[in-house]
């Protein structure tokens, strides 16, 4: 094989390779920031694309995705001059890859110092307890002006949390005491108040079962005065049936003198110390006298009957 076929083929072996080797594939999340000649080109999107060799080169890969960057701790002083440390969290999305590469040498840092000094800024305008309580104003202010600082970087703030917030030692002591002075403080009221609970509810039991007896005893005296009142109403009936009965079968003089003695002598065997004697006692004696005799005779003349 000659000598110049050789280094031909070598020749367009190496063009191949330079040629192969200025293909680029960008990903959906990406962005190319090309250079030609040293000035800015164009912005590549997904895709392929070719890079012309020695004369342009990809100046910077930008990544579409939302970034996040949590940073050290900051010093700041409150308004009523008290130094704690806070760190904060920045989530940004870069918006405009060309702005990005040339609006500021190392964004991340330029945020970062950005950051502190905006937050000690604000910081600088709250007391402590406004600075421990007022964590979504800080966020919300700290976003609006790095957002607008960093719009000609083409970079979008798109979320700021203030991580923690650290005071001194001798006011998170005085804190923590305040705090438990406070806890103590709440559950000597709820014992309070569980007290003055359950007194109230024992005063109101104790009523309710004082009207309960109450009622009971009215109720019953009720019933004890309305059984009392139909067992006298029974009784008169009872009498007033046997006089209507004895009325109406025509009893005669002899009949009631004989229940009038049959009376008498219920009273004689009570136990009754004193007897009241009526004043027609003779008549009544004779009355019964003759009854006797009559009976007397029907015996004889029942007994002679049968002898014969």
């Known amino acids: 094989m000659p000598t110049a076929l050789i280094i031909l083929i070598i020749i367009f072996a190496v063009i191949a390779i330079i040629l192969i080797s ?40 930008v990544t579409l995705k939302e970034q996040v960057k949590d940073f050290d701790p900051q010093a700041v002083i409150t308004k009523d001059n008290v130094t704690m440390q806070i760190d904060t969290i920045v989530f940004f999305q870069v918006t405009d890859p060309k702005l990005y590469a040339y609006g500021v040498d190392n964004p991340i840092f330029a945020i970062e110092s950005l950051s502190a000094t905006t937050l000690r800024n604000i910081i600088g305008e709250l007391d402590l307890d406004a600075t421990l309580t007022s964590r979504d104003i800080i966020n919300e202010k700290m976003r609006q002006i790095l957002d607008e600082a ?64 109450a009622e009971a005893a009215k109720r019953e005296a009720i019933l004890k005065a309305e059984a009392e009142a139909e067992a006298i109403f029974k009784t008169k009936e009872a009498e007033a049936l046997g006089i209507k009965l004895i009325k109406e079968a025509a009893a005669d003089d002899a009949v009631l003198k004989i229940k009038a003695f049959e009376a008498l002598a219920k009273v004689a065997d009570g136990q009754s110390t004193k007897i009241i004697v009526p004043s027609n006692l003779a008549d009544l004696a004779g009355t019964v006298t003759a009854l006797a005799e009559v009976a007397q005779t029907k015996t004889t003349k029942k007994n002679t009957s049968n002898n014969q």
């Open 22 to 61: 200025g293909i680029r594939v960008v990903n959906q999340t990406t962005k190319y920031v090309v250079e030609r000649m040293g000035a800015y080109h164009k912005t590549w999107g997904v895709g392929i694309h070719w890079l012309i060799p020695f004369i342009d080169r990809v100046a910077t890969v």
């Open 150 to 213: 960093t719009d000609p970087w083409g970079i979008k703030v798109t979320r700021v949390e203030v991580k923690n917030i650290i005071p001194p030692k001798d006011i998170r002591e005085a804190m923590e005491k305040q705090m438990r002075a406070e806890r103590e403080r709440r559950q000597t009221i709820l014992i309070a108040e569980g007290e003055k609970r359950a007194q109230i509810l024992q005063a109101e039991g104790f009523s309710e079962s004082t009207v309960l007896r």
